[in-house]
């Protein structure tokens, strides 16, 4: 699906667009999972999907310290793990979890905004 924008400043990390298979960013087509933020990029993140997803998988994303992570969990929204929201409201973080196509749009909407946020993407084909 491609995102259309209005008059907004270039940012380099923003998703152009995504499919099942990709993640298009400005300079680049990205076909693996990915951590993103307005001025971070993990390509190919080890996490192989949402399901696998430890607190231990968390540590790195919280490291940057975002006020927000958002989990991208493919195309069908999983549910958010008790453990992991305790875990990231312990580091004043808050954690949303949505299909990867929410994840997206929530994701350009708040680093348009100036919000300090992480995504963690899983493809929509997880």
Known sequence: MKIEFDNEPAIANKIISYS????????????????ISKDRLIEDWPVNSYQNLTLQDLDPIIL?????IIIGTGKISG?????????????????????????????????GEGRDVVAGLFLLDN
């Open 79 to 111: 549910f958010p793990n008790p453990e992991m929201i305790a875990y990231a409201a312990s580091k004043n973080i808050g954690l949303e979890i949505m299909n990867t196509s929410a994840a997206c749009r929530s994701y350009n909407l708040l680093i």
């Open 20 to 35: 099942n298979n990709a993640f298009k960013l400005k300079d680049a087509l990205i076909k693996t999972n990915i951590l």
């Open 64 to 68: 940057w310290q975002p006020e927000l």
